[in-house]
């Protein structure tokens, strides 16, 4: 068998085997390929520095398994850069998967330990139903935050959490970080447009559109979009994940494609020649 009919026979298994190598490749061994930054994620990154120690992050895990691809690298690299920043963090979510996600996340990030004392530097309320009723209910003024959340996600009563002593109302959110699949839209219209509370958002593929036109009228102060925005995030903090691994993954198998194509052009076109001039 001649390399020529070996390739015409067996061409896709080859192919797809140099796509399984050089993605396990990447995530074994980075290349750092260059990776351009768009401004939207660095305003996300510069939203976070911005914070003083001691600041109130809240975090709404707002996404599924379906989504970890993602968001759930960029969700692991703000945790990290939270606990850099010294800021603390106070996590729920209004979507039914998502404590499940931010057990996920909490491991990715080095642990539950790595996240400091809970109660002090960190809280998780767990889950809670009614989307947009839910968070119009947690920012009202005197103690939205405390009418909302009765116990924590570990069952503890909120009141004896020394966190949450300073966390009433929307006075007391400096920031609120949005992991979402799905629509922005509940947590501008109750958030942003009575409170103006700063707002940063990693979101699915599909709904960055919507993100970036919150963002182009400022409603939303950064955002990263998608795998591709994650991976922008991981560079610009520094804690390097599975974004920047699979952007890069990404990029070899598409240049091969690329590749596969001109060469198979070049070979229609050598054998049509052929068969013209026999």
Known sequence: MTIGEFWEQYYRQVLYTLMILFTVFVFVRPLGLPLAVRDNSVKFYEAVEAMPPGSIVTIDVKYGGGAWGEVGSANIAFVKHCIKKDLRMVFFSIYLEGPLMLEKVLTGAGGKEALGVYGVDWVNLGYMPGVEAALASMMQSPDGWHKTFEYDHYGNKISTLPLMEDLWDWHDVDLAAEFITGS???????????????????????????????????????????????????????????????????????????????????????????????
């Open 184 to 278: 922005l839209l509940p947590t501008v219209n109750q958030w942003y447009v009575p409170y103006k509370t700063p707002i940063i958002c990693s979101a699915i593929g599909a709904n960055t559109p919507e993100t970036k036109m919150y963002y182009d009228a400022g409603q939303v102060v950064g955002y990263l979009g998608s795998m591709r925005g994650s991976a922008e995030y991981e560079k610009l903090s520094g804690f390097y994940g599975d974004a920047l691994s699979s952007v890069e993954a990404l990029s070899l198998v598409l240049c091969l494609a690329a590749v596969s194509i001109i060469v198979g052009n070049i070979e229609d076109r050598w054998k049509s020649s052929k068969a013209g001039g026999s």
